[in-house]
């Protein structure tokens, strides 16, 4: 296969790295509107870099992954679909959710596949507490609590473009719990602050936020989120039922300090961030892709689960600025 990446910032110079490992894949084609930095990441990894986006795109390729900035996403999906070449996109599929729908109406008629990137899904602990869920061992569920906390605060000009707190980051918890579950979420009631640094409030933004989701079965979910958590990258997720539970990312480089007498810390480091703790997930996403790209496999995460996740981010910060429970339906167009 002769598969095309364009966007060669760091999750994208991850993949093409992570693409040209695999046995199936005979070249990789990178390309990104900066080229002198395309040519870089080239030259890094060995694999081919095209002059510029259109000569990618005439590079006669048999799949596309998009990990360009989110605002080129649904011309280079569009684009793609049109040409007839499999799509892979980091989330999300657009920037908002008129965009997303723009895209969604425009591909609903073609038979070319696209993925979107929502790797906790390929994640070896998640994939095990859906099975947990979806086998009846714990029993009923009550009550989800997924966290996403990162060390450290990304740069403020990224924070003014990231479309918030809910949109950028909650939006894979809101992702995993309606995965894990099998069960969609009808309600949120969210709220937000800032004690950090001033940009995230400049941008209409906050740098720690909690959501309690309803799900449609009665099911009752909360989400944590910050950007502030000094002991390192925590993303966790608890699935608790009338007859057992299971912890997702609870292992030796969790970053939680036990205070009970006698306790034993976990022997860490903690993960730095995303791309460390997630880097198995990726492979197995962008191998999924492969199936996805040579008609061996649906598309197992479609831009429809990438709209209902971002629903749910929507009503999320509507609840946050209006100060009440918001119907997830409120949002739908």
Same mark, same amino acid.
């Given at each position: 296969?002769?598969?095309?990446?364009?966007?060669?910032?760091?999750?994208?110079?991850?993949?093409?790295?992570?693409?040209?490992?695999?046995?199936?894949?005979?070249?990789?084609?990178?390309?990104?509107?900066?080229?002198?930095?395309?040519?870089?990441?080239?030259?890094?990894?060995?694999?081919?870099?095209?002059?510029?986006?259109?000569?990618?795109?005439?590079?006669?390729?048999?799949?596309?992954?998009?990990?360009?900035?989110?605002?080129?996403?649904?011309?280079?999906?569009?684009?793609?679909?049109?040409?007839?070449?499999?799509?892979?996109?980091?989330?999300?599929?657009?920037?908002?959710?008129?965009?997303?729908?723009?895209?969604?109406?425009?591909?609903?008629?073609?038979?070319?596949?696209?993925?979107?990137?929502?790797?906790?899904?390929?994640?070896?602990?998640?994939?095990?507490?859906?099975?947990?869920?979806?086998?009846?061992?714990?029993?009923?569920?009550?009550?989800?609590?997924?966290?996403?906390?990162?060390?450290?605060?990304?740069?403020?000009?990224?924070?003014?473009?990231?479309?918030?707190?809910?949109?950028?980051?909650?939006?894979?918890?809101?992702?995993?719990?309606?995965? +894990? #579950?099998?069960?969609?979420?009808?309600?949120?009631? !969210?709220? $937000?602050?800032?004690?950090?640094?001033?940009?995230? =409030? /400049? %941008?209409?933004?906050?740098?720690?936020?909690?959501?309690?989701?309803?799900?449609?079965?009665?099911?009752?979910?909360?989400?944590?989120?910050?950007?502030?958590?000094?002991?390192?990258?925590?993303?966790?997720?608890?699935?608790?039922?009338?007859?057992?539970?299971?912890?997702?990312?609870?292992?030796?480089?969790?970053?939680?300090?036990?205070?009970?007498?006698?306790?034993?810390?976990?022997?860490?480091?903690?993960?730095?961030?995303?791309?460390?703790?997630?880097?198995?997930?990726? +492979? #197995?996403?962008?191998?999924?892709?492969?199936?996805? !790209?040579? $008609?061996?496999?649906?598309?197992?995460?479609?831009? =429809? /689960? %990438?709209?209902?996740?971002?629903?749910?981010?929507?009503?999320?910060?509507?609840?946050?600025?209006?100060?009440?429970?918001?119907?997830?339906?409120?949002?739908?167009?």
């Amino acid at each position: 296969m002769r598969l095309g990446l364009a966007g060669t910032g760091r999750i994208g110079t991850s993949h093409a790295e992570t693409l040209k490992s695999f046995d199936e894949v005979s070249s990789v084609v990178v390309a990104d509107v900066d080229a002198a930095r395309a040519q870089a990441a080239a030259a890094k990894l060995g694999v081919e870099a095209a002059a510029d986006i259109p000569s990618l795109f005439a590079s006669s390729l048999d799949g596309l992954v998009i990990a360009a900035a989110t605002d080129a996403h649904p011309e280079l999906i569009l684009k793609a679909v049109d040409a007839g070449i499999p799509v892979f996109c980091e989330k999300p599929v657009a920037a908002d959710i008129p965009g997303t729908l723009a895209v969604i109406d425009k591909i609903s008629g073609a038979d070319v596949p696209v993925q979107i990137g929502f790797q906790r899904r390929f994640d070896a602990g998640y994939a095990a507490a859906r099975e947990a869920v979806a086998s009846g061992e714990l029993g009923w569920l009550h009550t989800l609590r997924a966290t996403t906390l990162d060390p450290a605060p990304p740069p403020a000009e990224y924070v003014a473009h990231s479309g918030g707190l809910f949109r950028d980051c909650g939006v894979h918890d809101f992702d995993v719990v309606r995965f +894990v #579950s099998g069960r969609e979420i009808v309600e949120v009631y !969210a709220v $937000g602050t800032n004690k950090g640094e001033r940009f995230f =409030a /400049d %941008a209409g933004d906050v740098d720690t936020a909690a959501a309690t989701l309803t799900l449609d079965d009665g099911t009752l979910a909360v989400v944590s989120l910050t950007r502030y958590n000094g002991a390192g990258y925590d993303v966790r997720l608890e699935v608790l039922g009338s007859a057992g539970n299971v912890v997702v990312g609870l292992d030796d480089r969790a970053p939680l300090t036990s205070v009970e007498p006698g306790a034993q810390p976990l022997p860490g480091p903690a993960y730095p961030g995303f791309m460390e703790r997630f880097r198995p997930a990726y +492979v #197995s996403e962008l191998k999924a892709f492969l199936d996805v !790209a040579a $008609g061996r496999a649906a598309s197992p995460c479609g831009a =429809a /689960d %990438a709209l209902e996740a971002f629903y749910i981010a929507e009503a999320c910060e509507v609840s946050r600025r209006e100060r009440r429970p918001v119907r997830v339906e409120e949002v739908r167009v």
